[in-house]
């Protein structure tokens, strides 16, 4: 990891115009290390684009910078493209791939291991709570490269969203002590963890309420209880007026019933894709699930999407899991 940040730092010394991006569907942590990085590479006076095929969710739009970033660009001038959290490159989306891919060098920053790699540089440690803290680790390398404190309060705000929401607020197996240690330096340049908290779970539309009602109504448990299930369906958005935005957090509902190792959301997004949010509890792997269907993410989180209809997506990830949790039967629970 050493060679590799020190790679990667000179990598961003030598280029000037920057495009960096995150995956699809985005997050707590894939925007919070590519706004973090955007705050860092603009303080050095480089010619930065942050993008997001998907936008920035509304419960995330009070970070600093979340105006800065833009959901398709034309430009193919860049030196150098970073690509945060993704899992694999494809992930960053359709419409974003053709400009990361325009640059002559990449960096790879994540957390995921994917089954294949990318990047002329990676910064990749499957260790690490959320990919935060390499990022926290890349802008700690610019900043004595550059004899300058890169270290602001704006990048803390982006950094300990990704922690909190990836740790699911320090709750998941995958903290260390490392992930403590780094969130107590970021509070102490100013970032407040239970304000953040507080934005990105409990500040929610009311169309994201009544559509966690709707996806918990058509909650199911299979494979002896072992795999939650539950959809949420083009009538119910369209009934709701709500938007794929407002699902963030059902799936961690979804798994909660205390039996099931894996929970799974379904999203038939009106007009689009079904997406597929799957979470584990440790003794799972739900990347192996998400990529079996050309999809990624971790072991305890990940997603895919699919064509529709609905019921043939279902049934196709439903018979994944029950293999990944080697269930004979894809039953009901008894």
């Known amino acids: 990891m050493t060679k590799a940040l020190e790679k990667a730092a000179r990598a961003i010394e030598a280029a000037q115009h920057i495009v960096l991006a995150g995956h699809i569907n985005p997050d707590g942590d894939t925007l919070g290390c590519v706004l973090a990085l955007a705050h860092a590479l603009r303080e050095l006076g480089k010619d930065v684009l942050a993008l997001s095929q998907d936008g920035v969710p509304e419960i995330y739009r009070w970070m600093p910078g979340a105006d800065w970033i833009e959901q398709a660009s034309d430009r193919r001038d860049f030196d150098l493209a970073i690509v945060c959290d993704a899992g694999a490159i494809h992930r960053v989306g359709y419409a974003i791939t053709p400009v990361i891919e325009s640059a002559p060098v990449l960096i790879d920053v994540d957390h995921h291991v994917a089954d294949g790699t990318f990047g002329d540089f990676r910064l990749v440690d499957s260790h690490a709570s959320a990919t935060a803290e390499l990022v926290w680790k890349l802008i700690g390398k610019l900043s004595r490269i550059y004899g300058k404190t890169l270290a602001t309060r704006a990048v803390a705000d982006c950094l300990m969203t990704g922690i909190i929401t990836d740790t699911g607020s320090f709750r998941f197996m995958n903290v260390t002590p490392s992930t403590f240690l780094l969130a107590a330096r970021l509070q102490r340049l100013g970032a407040v963890p239970s304000r953040i908290a507080e934005l990105v779970f409990e500040d929610r539309s ?41 699902t963030e ?39 192996r699930i998400a990529s079996a269907f050309g999809g990624g993410g971790h072991r305890l989180a990940a997603g895919c999407s699919m064509d529709p209809p609905l019921a043939l997506v279902e049934s196709a990830i439903l018979a994944e899991a029950c293999r990944e949790l080697q269930q004979p039967e894809c039953g009901p629970a008894a």
């Open 206 to 246: 009311y169309a994201s309420l009544k559509l966690l009602g709707r996806a918990l109504d058509s909650l199911q448990l299979i494979a002896n209880g072992r795999v939650a299930w539950a959809h949420v369906t083009t009538q119910d958005f369209e009934e709701l007026d709500a938007t794929d935005e407002d």
């Open 249 to 287: 957090g059902i799936v961690n509902h979804v798994r909660a019933v205390h039996s099931a190792q894996v929970g799974i959301l379904f999203r038939e997004i009106p007009g689009r894709r079904v997406r597929v949010s799957l979470r584990a509890r440790d003794g799972a792997d739900v990347n």
